[in-house]
């Protein structure tokens, strides 16, 4: 294929780095196409500059890692966090149903205030850490009626109760066909 960007990479190569962000984006919920294209276009244009100092990464990776970056920035800007900042805010944001309650301002670089202070009053927690554990077997603690039905001393099925329950059972079904005839 021809290189028509020079060390920058092919068409085909921008063009799969572009449609991979229009999906990214997508699932990011951002729903405006404006505004959606405005940041594929921004994360592909940081993605061509950084390509000089890689020029062994393929522009998709390259765009990616700028579309995550830029999400990173955001949210520790606005949520002023650390850890795991980006799956804290995507939560954030679908709790508070930003995408479309302030659909343009996502990665904006003044967001409305309604909306910083909705991502901020969103509490997320993560679950306490698993911790293992071992199961050792017990007998079976039988309900009363099971109990009833199944005799100690024998370990058999006394026949009256299952019988009964099977004729009531077999009077039900003639009924019901003897009413849809």
Known sequence: MKRVFGEAGTVAE????Y?????????????GPAHRRRLIMSWLQA???RRAEFPDRSPTELAMEEAVRAQNEWFKRILRGEDHIVVVGRVAMHLTDADTRWPGAFLTAEPPRE????????????VPDLRVSSMVPRPIDMSPVV????????????????LLALVALAVTIAVILLAMS
């Open 14 to 17: 921008w063009n799969a780095a």
């Open 19 to 31: 449609v991979r962000l229009r999906d990214y984006s997508r699932a990011l919920h951002i729903i």
């Open 47 to 49: 993605a061509t500059l």
């Open 115 to 126: 909306l910083v202070q909705a991502l901020r009053e969103c509490e997320v927690h993560s």
């Open 147 to 162: 109990g009833n039905i199944l005799s100690e001393e024998t370990d058999q099925a006394e026949p009256g109760p299952v």
